[in-house]
């Protein structure tokens, strides 16, 4: 008799049980993983937002910046002034393609600027105050928690994903991040 090569289909279909098997307990640690990522690269971007208006604010002496966009670099050819700081770059300036005015994305991430009252770049009227409210994009897929910073340069982390209302600008307690939910600073 001559010996056959090769596997059964028995085998292989014991293979692939036990494939199968991994990918199903290494799945949902890489979204778990992919997520955490997201987040840390959020409060990452909150922070980098809040010490960018901050130095607009002491560079310019006109209060913080009217929008994210201000903190972005200048447009091709245009000298540096106070509506382009070139202290962020522009995906966190919002100047890459983004859903609203004011918004931008980063690593799953919406942020939403929001300045308080005032005139932006005027020392007369300076705006005094600003919020940053970072949600995901899919929440429980990009991201579960929700950030927020403001000018006290504090970021506040919301693990339980608070549905931001209408923006204030003046603070993150104005924006829903003292009602319910299990409030970090970070």
């Known amino acids: 008799m001559r010996k056959q090569k090769g596997f059964s289909l028995i085998e292989l279909l014991i293979v692939v049980a036990i494939i199968l098997i991994i990918a199903a307990i290494a799945v949902p640690n890489l979204l778990r993983s992919r997520m955490a990522a997201n987040e840390s690269s959020a409060a990452g971007a909150e922070r980098t937002i809040g010490t960018a208006n901050v130095s607009y604010s002491t560079a310019y002496n006109a209060g913080y910046a009217g929008a994210l966009s201000d903190l972005g670099p200048p447009a091709p050819g245009d000298p540096a002034a106070t509506s382009s700081a070139d202290l962020l770059d522009s995906v966190l ?41 970072g949600t995901p994009v899919t929440p429980l897929s990009t991201g579960q928690s929700t950030f927020c910073i403001d000018q006290t340069n504090v ?19 104005g924006e829903g991040f003292v009602i319910g939910g299990t409030i970090n600073p970070i």
């Open 155 to 173: 970021v506040i982390r919301d693990t339980d994903g608070v549905i931001v209302g209408a923006a204030t600008g003046d603070n993150c307690a």
């Open 93 to 133: 300036s919002g100047l890459a393609p983004v859903p609203a005015v004011g918004d931008a994305i980063k690593s799953g991430y919406v942020f939403t600027y929001t300045p308080g009252l005032g005139t932006a770049g005027d020392p007369a009227d300076p705006i005094g105050s600003f919020t940053v409210v």
